[in-house]
């Protein structure tokens, strides 16, 4: 079974810009969640999306949304970019609520 | 409120050592579910195991085993006779049993080197 794919894996941007982030989850998986991974904060929760329906959101400001497809692939967007949105973002999959969830290689995103 | 400690920042052993890495957790729900993840250089998490709120049974699988306490709220792991390929960042995580609250909430970390 091939595992979270994530794309693109790295990305350079500037600041004001926007970006679309893209995840393939597991074959079977509905759930998908998003994490963003820095050094300063450590690794937080955007949001999960499950059968396309956005049910939890961390506490991140509105440029940061996503979306999810009926085929459960997810994509998360940010617009307006500012220094401090570099980090690596993380999607993971899992197949139910409260299920372990299995995270892909993740998207390096540096904005300059 | 969730919220996962992880005290130790980094840990260096030298291998064969047997090394224990804490995990403290906070939270309201009486349904909850525990995780720990490990992160490579590679950078991609390695899901390790999954332990829900009812099951308080130490867990062995190999070299690791994990020992959860509700008493003290803890969710420890341990690394018996540890191997250079066991340095990586581990996580701890803490996940809500709720429809609407399953979001994970991740401790900061405890960085092992194992040296030969």
């Known amino acids: 079974k091939a595992g979270v794919t994530q794309t693109p894996r790295y990305l350079i941007k500037t600041r004001g810009q926007q970006v679309t982030l893209s995840c393939s989850p597991i074959?079977?998986?509905?759930?998908v969640s998003w994490y963003q991974q820095t050094p300063g904060q450590g690794l937080q929760f955007l949001f999960e999306y499950f059968s396309e329906t956005q049910r939890n959101k961390g506490n991140f400001p509105g440029r940061f949304s996503g979306r999810q497809f009926s085929n459960s692939r997810s994509e998360m967007n940010v617009s307006t970019l500012e220094l401090g949105d570099s980090a690596l973002y993380l999607c993971?999959?899992?197949?139910?609520?409260?299920?372990?969830?299995?995270f892909g290689p993740g998207t390096r995103l540096t904005v300059l | 409120a969730q919220k996962v400690t992880q005290a130790q920042t980094e840990i260096s052993v030298v291998e064969k050592e047997d090394v224990t890495l804490d995990c403290v957790y906070e939270t309201r729900d009486t349904t909850y579910y525990l995780f720990w993840y490990k992160q490579p250089p590679s950078g991609e998490l390695v899901f390790l195991i999954r332990r829900n709120s009812f099951d308080e049974q130490n867990e062995i699988s190999g070299r690791y085993s994990w020992n959860f306490q509700k008493s003290t709220s803890s969710f420890n792991f341990t690394i018996t006779a540890s191997q250079v390929v066991d340095s990586a960042v581990y996580f701890c995580a803490l996940s809500g049993a709720k429809y609407n609250n399953n979001d994970m909430r991740f401790g900061a970390g405890t960085r092992l080197t194992v040296k030969p």
């Open positions: 074959s079977g998986h509905r759930s």
């Open positions: 993971a999959s899992s197949f139910l609520a409260y299920n372990e969830q299995f």
